[in-house]
């Protein structure tokens, strides 16, 4: 029988293997991947690279996809997670359209039922990519293994320039089987696609620094732009230099300081007051990186109605898309700063920003320092608190907890605080800390989590436990979806709607529990997470809360603090949505 | 305002999926759609008529130009051009003075006769939309059997391609032998 030669040999590689090289040749250190039927040769071949690559299971494709997430979030590099073909491929949908909304460089990889079967229903076949199209920034199917080489390289070249977002690869399993001799040299093939991040004109630029020096309020509108565009240094510095006040999206918290002088903290349906405020008394404002959601406007059309409006983003389509812009930009927002920073001359404003921070002072984000028992605004004030020493990453889910953490934590740099921001993604919280602990073994690393959220991928603590990383989890314990109930008790009279966490025959179940705090409380945290290998404790007096949180910082390995809290607690101030400021429900 | 847009597009499979997809799930809603390859077998040309005002058609040219695959789009409607439909037309016609009637009004539109059937005329006609309009309300009162039309196409006058602004000059004096 007929061998190849060993130098022919050394030259073929099989198209799993062709995968693995080009994910280590790009510089990906770690993926989270779930196994199956048409995944497996990748699998076997992430075997052979396994001192290249850490490849970490996952318990849910869900939760892999959204670690992948935590990992680029905190590092900025991509996030790699892979599945399997059918279901392992649908349970990555979530996470991937999660990644287009907030921006996120992400590569999926799913693997396919071979080629021949394509088209047939065949097991666990689903069409992914038809699925994903409108999901993902851009998608591919291999279905001839000489185009592999080039699609990986596309791949991560789209994914991470430009505005950032996710890219989905689905492999057929004989691609990942047949053998080819690589050109690695390959070209890429993307006529419609630079990549070459925009650029503003310096007049453009001359423009926004006139407009800067003109102006009698100016008020600077930050978001993820900033964070993504790594300009944090530079939006710090405009604001040194100007001395303008800002305030920053859910998605920009950490661009500038929560304790800078002049930081307004959050805009937006639950943002600050002195942040609404002056959105709504600003002459000019300055948004970079930011895409005028409807949970920041609320009613568009009377949202910085005063305010001339300049808009710096790198996706032309967000420009004029929500709201015209005076001064359009479409440029990467970095190199805007850069230059505006060389030639911008300090506004005279001191009228207005001693204006926004009385308001500052006058209307801070509060609660109820009297409760008797833990509200889940003091948990997360004192966990700021006594990690404001230490770089600490902090995710979530998302509902109340969500908005809380925003307002409550005093964030330092960017890309520390990470939340599903534009989707909306219950359960992303502790997934996506496993991603940034794979990345950062020696950070500390807290989930701030609430019992509806934490439930919809508790699964990955076993992720967490057996692939050593030491999460920790502050969950906020109120047995309802305390957003949902916030709005029956707003808007539908209380009526509670299949918003209790617990059994159907309590009485909460139908608001009928007559009291703010559930003392039945269901299921049991602890018992579950010590299951999983974690430590874990139960809180529900206040004068435990320190102690419980500094054990929880100290403990070595993962660890959940469940903190039992009411549920009547609403998150204010708050803007009813497509409502004004002036709407703005202060108690 | 009703917008011919042209899109340069690479000839990969899904890309027309892809394109209605977006359109679809943004709510912008397409009159016409043609497809088909180009001079250079890599690339496809997509041409769309939208009607929306000006504000619309900026997001629909920019989420166009931002899917990968797409190269560019031209918003030719703002530049001298050309536009074209093609019509089959099965119509309803016993020989005797209708079959004449029906030829006659061919010629005067210069559509031509494909097929000649016992009681059915097949008729090709290409044209604007409103001259394949008006044939087509020409050929109602003798009873349309069947009518299939393609999307509208378009091309600017001039030397230069979609892509590049004609010379003006060029496109005045054609517009009057085109």
Not at chain 1, 326 to 345: A, F, G, T, Y
Not at chain 1, 384 to 397: A, C, E, I, P
Not at chain 1, 539 to 548: E, F, M, N, Y
Not at chain 2, 112 to 136: C, P
Request: hydrophobic share 40%; proline share 5%; net charge negative.
């Amino acid at each position: 029988m007929p061998t190849l030669s060993p130098t022919t040999e050394t030259q073929l590689m099989n198209g799993a293997d062709i995968l693995v090289k080009s994910l280590v040749d790009h510089g990906v250190e770690i993926l989270f991947a779930y196994p199956g039927g048409c995944s497996m040769p990748m699998h076997q071949s992430l075997t052979k690279y396994a001192d290249k690559i850490r490849t970490i299971l996952p318990r849910h494709e869900q939760g892999g996809a959204f670690a992948a997430q935590g990992y680029a979030r905190s590092t900025g590099k991509v996030g790699v997670c892979m599945a399997t073909s059918g279901p392992g491929a649908t349970n990555l949908v979530t996470a991937i359209a999660d990644a287009k909304l907030d921006s996120i460089p992400l590569i999926a990889i799913t693997g396919q039922v071979p080629t021949w079967n394509i088209g047939l229903d065949a097991f666990q076949e689903t069409p992914i990519v038809e699925v994903c199209r409108g999901i993902t920034k851009h998608h591919y199917m291999v279905t001839d293994i000489r185009d592999l080489a080039r699609v990986m390289k596309e791949a991560f070249f789209i994914a991470t320039t430009g505005r950032p977002g996710p890219v989905l690869i689905d492999m057929p399993k004989n691609i990942q089987q047949e053998k080819v001799s690589v050109d690695w040299n390959v070209p890429m093939n993307l006529p419609g696609y630079t990549g070459k991040n925009k650029t503003a004109q310096p007049e453009q630029i001359k423009q926004i620094a006139a407009a800067i020096k003109l102006a009698k309020r100016p008020l600077i509108y930050a978001g993820g732009g900033i964070i993504a565009g790594n300009a944090s240094a530079d939006l710090r510095e405009l604001v040194r230099k100007t001395g303008i006040p800002i305030t920053m999206t859910v998605m920009g918290l950490g661009a500038y300081p929560s304790e800078g002088p002049l930081s307004l903290d959050m805009l937006g349906m639950h943002g600050s007051v002195y942040a609404n405020w002056a959105i709504r008394d600003c002459d000019l404002l300055i948004a970079l990186g930011v895409r005028f959601d409807d949970r920041v406007t609320g009613k568009v059309e009377a949202f910085a109605k005063h305010a001339k409006i300049i808009h710096v983003d790198i996706d032309a389509s967000e420009i004029n898309k929500n709201k015209t812009a005076h001064i359009p930009v479409c440029s990467d927002v970095k190199p805007v700063l850069q230059e505006l920073n060389r030639i911008v001359e300090a506004p005279d404003i001191a009228p207005w920003v001693k204006t926004v921070l009385d308001w500052k002072d006058s209307y801070p984000f509060k609660f109820d320092a009297g409760f008797e028992g833990i509200l889940q605004q003091h948990a997360i004030a004192e966990l700021s608190r006594l990690t404001q020493d230490r770089k600490t990453f902090f995710t979530v889910g998302v509902g109340q907890h969500q908005m809380w953490s925003a307002q409550f934590l005093k964030f330092k740099h960017p890309r520390t605080w990470l939340s599903s921001s534009g989707l909306g993604t219950m359960g992303f919280g502790l997934p996506a800390a496993m991603g940034v602990q794979a990345a950062h073994p020696d950070a500390l690393v807290v989930d701030i989590d609430g019992d509806g959220s934490y439930q919809m991928n508790i699964q990955e603590m076993a992720t967490c436990f057996c692939e050593k990383l030491p999460v920790k989890v502050l969950l906020l314990d109120n047995q309802h979806l305390g957003m949902v109930v916030q709005w029956e008790d707003r808007f539908h009279d209380k009526n509670r709607a299949h918003t209790y966490l617990g059994p159907i025959d309590h009485l909460e179940a139908t608001g009928k529990g007559g009291t703010n705090f559930v003392s039945e409380r269901y299921p049991d945290f602890v018992t579950i997470a010590k299951g999983y290998g974690w430590g874990a404790a139960t809180i529900s007096q206040k004068s435990d809360l320190t102690g419980a949180i500094e054990e929880m910082i100290s403990s070595d390995g993962p660890y959940l603090l469940n903190v039992q809290v009411p549920y009547v607690e609403h998150v204010l101030p708050m803007i009813p949505g497509g409502r004004t400021v002036d709407d703005m429900i202060l108690e | 305002m009703r917008h011919v847009l042209s899109a340069l597009v690479q000839n990969v499979p899904g890309v027309l999926a892809h394109i209605s997809g977006m359109m679809a799930s943004r709510g912008y809603n397409i009159d016409s759609l043609a497809v088909g390859e180009t001079e250079d077998p890599n690339l496809s040309r997509m041409t769309f008529v939208v009607v929306g005002d000006d504000k619309l058609l900026e997001q629909v040219r920019k989420q166009l130009e931002k899917i990968v695959t797409v190269v560019r789009v031209d918003d030719i409607s703002s530049q001298d051009h050309v536009e074209r439909d093609l019509m089959l037309i099965k119509v309803s016609a016993p020989a005797g003075p209708k079959r004449s009637e029906i030829r006659e009004l061919v010629d005067i539109f210069r559509g031509r006769i494909v097929d000649v059937g016992e009681q059915e005329l097949m008729i090709e006609i290409s044209g604007r939309e409103s001259k394949i309009e008006a044939f087509i309300g020409r050929m109602r009162p003798y009873g349309i059997l069947e009518l299939v039309r393609t999307g509208r196409i378009a091309m600017v006058r001039g030397k230069g391609k979609s892509d590049e602004a004609p010379l003006l000059h060029e496109s005045s004096i054609r517009k009057y032998v085109g």
